[in-house]
Every structure is written in C-alpha cells, then in structure tokens.
C-alpha cells in the first residue's frame, strides 16, 4: 500500500537534547513538508522540498533543520535551540503544483505524526 | 487577522441533525481549497476539494464564494462517526498552503 509514514509515534526529548523525527512516503511525490500543529491552533509550516537535495525554510524554521538526501526520505532534527518543542509534528506530500494537469493545486497527504514532549 | 479563519466551536449537534461550517481566507489571490477531517490525536486526512461551482460527496457538501472569500461545508443526516475537527484549507501558490485552526463537532445519540 502506498502511504506515508513516521517514526516514533512518541518522543520523549531531554532538555539540551537533538532528536529526529523520520518521515517515509512511497507515493512517488517530489514535495514534502513538515508541519508542526499545537493545541487549538492550525497547522505551521516548519520546512518544505521540492526535490531531492532541495529545502527551503517554512514559517517557524528556527531551531530545526531538515535533509533530503533521498526522495522518500525527509528527516527532521529538532535541535536543542528550539525552545519549545513540544508539540504533535506532521510530515506531509504532494505532487507538486503545476504537475497536477492544469489545476493548480497542492493536495496534500499525510502521514500519522509524531507526538514529541520534552521532559 | 489570520489567513484562513474558521469558527472554533464546539459544535454539538443530535445525530440526524445537519451542521453546517463557516470558513474565511483573506489572500484573494488563493487558487484552491479544501476540508480536512482530523480525529483526536491523528492527522488530517482530505475529506474533500471545494471548486467554484460546489461540489456534493454523499452527505457533504462544499461551497466556494469567491467574491465574499467564503467557504463552506454542510454535513446532512450527521453520524456519531463525524464527530471530530474539521480543517478549512487554503492554497495560495507556490508552496504555501494554509491551514485554519478547525471547528470541533460533537455529535451525540
């Protein structure tokens, strides 16, 4: 079955500590994304690629850092100069606008998160 | 003012009942849209596309305002099973989608 998916579903994270978060897809799309999402509020854009070796910062890119060596690969670190880390992460797909026929569009599909709490 | 802005409910309504969500963007230029359902400590999953002239998918049913920058969604004959928050999607080009803070529905028997 094609899908996306990420590892750990949990994370516990010490104080001063790095930690990656893995996200797998086998759909074949070029994008990724990673989001970050806190109670009550939307979704937050962290990083996004467009193709393999390729990133570029999303709104709230301070204190993580991202790869993407692979296309089904986009490994995200969060780094102990993010502040506060706790939160629900989700990775996410898409084809890429303009390869979707003439519909511009970006539907994106995502994988089951990763819940990251730091003690 | 955020971009895609959404009721935040909750919304509690007697299965059978039909509800209806109220969503705004503010960037006019946004080129599509969509509802998203999540349940509690899950990710969203697509529930559907919103296109200019309204698009129905069984008991849902999605209507785009471009002039008033409005989008809606209608659930009919609502179950126990919608019960969980439902994300208004905008998408402004490039890659920046925006997502809205979502409206929490409760359907009770």
């Known amino acids: 079955d094609g899908g996306i998916t990420q590892s750990p579903k949990y994370l516990f994270r010490k104080e001063g500590q790095n930690v990656t978060l893995s996200c797998e897809q086998n759909?074949?799309?070029?994008?990724m994304y990673w989001y970050r999402q806190d109670p009550g509020q939307g979704l937050r854009l962290i990083y996004y690629?467009?193709?393999?070796?390729?990133?570029q910062k999303g709104d709230i890119a301070e204190g993580y850092s991202v790869s993407r060596e692979k296309k089904e690969s986009f490994p995200l670190t969060v780094t102990s100069a993010q502040k506060n880390p706790t939160a629900f992460y989700l990775c996410?797909?898409?084809?890429?606008?303009?390869?979707?026929?003439?519909?511009?569009?970006?539907?994106?599909?995502f994988g089951p998160g990763t819940r990251l709490t730091v003690l | 003012r955020k971009e895609v802005e959404q009721d935040p409910g909750p919304f509690n309504v007697p299965e059978g009942a039909t509800v209806a969500f109220n969503c705004t963007y503010s960037?006019?230029?946004?080129?599509?849209f969509f509802w998203y359902r999540q349940d509690c400590r899950k990710e969203p999953k697509l529930l559907m596309s919103?296109?200019?002239s309204g698009n129905e998918d069984g008991r849902f049913t999605a209507q785009l305002n471009r002039a008033s920058q409005y989008i809606s969604l209608l659930i009919r004959d609502s179950k126990l099973s919608d019960s969980a928050t439902y994300l208004c999607?905008?998408?402004?080009?490039?890659?920046?989608?925006?997502f809205g803070a979502g409206t929490r529905l409760f359907v009770k028997a």
């Open positions: 996410a797909s898409s084809t890429p606008p303009g390869q979707a026929g003439a519909l511009s569009t970006d539907t994106q599909y």
């Open positions: 759909l074949n799309h070029d994008a």
């Open positions: 690629s467009q193709i393999v070796n390729d990133f």
């Open positions: 960037n006019s230029a946004s080129q599509s």
């Open positions: 919103v296109y200019s």
């Open positions: 999607v905008a998408y402004t080009g490039g890659f920046k989608t925006i």
